[in-house]
């Protein structure tokens, strides 16, 4: 398995490039950004007000400050994100990198950010049918030579993408768990994502098996990453704690050996990547001696 940290956006940049540093020098596979705005405190991810860097800014300089680490976005959103020019993004920055990027996507579900800045969400049925749409688009730009297409949503007319991306294809990984967007992960992406530990992700790969079957696609062809939110501490109480404020969200808490049963399990479910949000892993060297830990309890599994 690859393991790969997810550095929070809303903390000071200082901060995100001192993980990421860390995360170069001592042998983590990636580092992914997600793409928010604002915080939701309702959905789990901070508070409202607090200060949020920008996804497609800070990814490539994270770029520029690493050499070897896979670069992956959890997940741009597809109700802001017009996928002609975020292929362009994407292909420019795996130019920049050397081939070292993951176009990671998603319908686009916070409620929050579209309010304030006056951007239709939609209902479920049309954040998916965008998205879908989306998908055929970014086919098109990124692996051939120009794209014509008449959608709903999006036309595109004789479009080109140049320069293409270094990677032939570049890897699309989808963020998603619901029925109908496993079909859409099995029909265009490259790998799949979403929180959840060993039997949520065992379930989900079932139903997107059964996806891939009736398109007559092997499934083994989709890499599967997963996260959850992962507290280091000795003290029981305060990882039981932990875990029963968590509000349901997937989540691992103990010493470094409970990482590394989880480890397993999601092994066993079939999971090939683990990605390790930073939001509860202390900051300064307390972060950095938990990441250290983290990659040790999980030495076996790569």
Request: aromatic share 8%; glycine share 10%; proline share 5%.
């Amino acid at each position: 398995m690859r393991f790969a940290i997810w550095p929070n956006l809303a903390q000071p940049w200082a901060d995100i490039v001192e993980v990421t540093r860390h995360a170069e020098a001592t042998g983590w596979d990636g580092v992914y950004v997600a793409d928010h705005f604002m915080g939701d405190a309702g959905g789990g991810f901070g508070a409202v007000e607090a200060p949020t860097l920008e996804a497609t800014a800070a990814l490539p300089a994270l770029g520029a400050i690493t050499e070897r680490l896979r670069l992956g976005t959890l997940v741009l959103g597809g109700t802001y994100r017009h996928p002609a020019v975020l292929a362009n993004w994407a292909a420019t920055l795996d130019q920049q990198t050397g081939g070292r990027l993951l176009l990671g996507v998603g319908a686009g579900w916070q409620e929050n950010e579209h309010a304030q800045y006056g951007v239709p969400l939609g209902t479920p049925r049309e954040r998916i049918d965008r998205f879908e749409e989306m998908c055929q688009v970014w086919h098109g730009l990124l692996r051939q030579p120009t794209t014509t297409f008449d959608g709903t949503w999006y036309q595109l007319t004789d479009a080109i993408c140049e320069p293409k991306p270094v990677q032939d294809p570049l890897p699309l990984l989808i963020g998603g768990k619901g029925d109908r967007m496993m079909g859409i992960v099995a029909r265009y992406a490259d790998e799949w994502n979403m929180w959840g530990l060993a039997d949520t992700i065992a379930e989900r790969l079932e139903v997107l098996a059964r996806r891939c079957e009736a398109i007559d696609r092997d499934p083994a062809t989709i890499a599967h990453s997963a996260q959850a939110l992962v507290m280091v501490t000795e003290e029981a109480d305060g990882a039981q704690a932990f875990l029963d404020a968590t509000g349901g969200r997937a989540a691992v808490a103990g010493p470094p050996s409970a990482f590394a049963d989880a480890c397993a399990a999601w092994q066993d479910a079939g999971l090939d990547e683990v990605i390790v949000p930073d939001f509860v892993l202390g900051r300064g060297a307390r972060r950095l001696d938990a990441m250290d830990q983290l990659l040790e309890a999980a030495a076996s599994f790569r």
